[in-house]
């Protein structure tokens, strides 16, 4: 985030922070599933298209292992890690992979080819960084990682690959599963904040985890004020509407479901809810 002069506004890491990228891509997709139509299409197509530009032109081939990798520099969803060793972080690979699959998806849909480099990335993009059968936060990060308040003291990303997100082709589903539940117990959760509890819920529902979806979204650091605002807590200023948007997406997700999912309300639990929804859409 630069002001016109090149130079960094308002905040020294925001130039850096890359995850956000893919976000009107996710956008475009679910104004399409409301519309279907063709303008839609075309509304989109322009910012789909230059999204999906970006994406592909900031991975970069990694002459050793032939894969794209996404940094350094860049700082991860935390902001915790240092910029200039931050490399191939576990939820961007996900969701870069995400993006890419619906940019093209994009093109297909108005009858135009899909750009070689955007194909040439998502097919090649470095595979997410593994430790002990658990995905880490990124590529080298020290192996101990789980036991460093360092890099468990902020937004737990990694559940994000498989609850904010659909299973994208490079995550494995139990890996993302038994990551997740380590989060739960390894996690300074008492330093979680805003929409890091509905994106913990999605995640918990997403894996059969309903129980535990709803305690996170009862979470007592999961505030609102009397007027219904949303508590930005020690961290941020109050109203902190992140946390009001993410508590609305996932419910509308534990709800109405996912792509994929079973049966009614499959985020909540079958004993003691009775869920009704009306004119909703399913979540990717």
Known sequence: MTDPAGRSAPGEINELLIWEQPHPLVFAEYEYRAT??????????????????????????????????????MYVVSEDTSPNVTRNPAFEL????????????????MGEAVPAEWTEVKDNLAPLPIEDELYAVYEGIPSDFWDTPTFTNDHPAMVGLYGWLPQTANVSLTMAKATAEKIWTSWNISNCWGWDFPMLAMSAARNGETEKAIEWLLHPLFEFDDVGMPVGGVRVPTPYFPGSGSLLYAMAMMAEGWDGSKGTAPGFPKAGWEVRTEGMSKAM
């Open 94 to 109: 996900a969701y870069w992979r995400f993006g890419l699959d619906h940019a093209s998806t994009w093109m297909e849909r």
């Open 36 to 73: 279907r139509s063709m303008a839609t299409l075309e509304k989109w197509h322009d910012v789909v298209h230059a999204t999906a530009d970006w994406m592909a032109v900031y991975a970069h081939r990694n002459a050793s292992t032939g894969f794209f990798d996404l940094g350094p520099p």
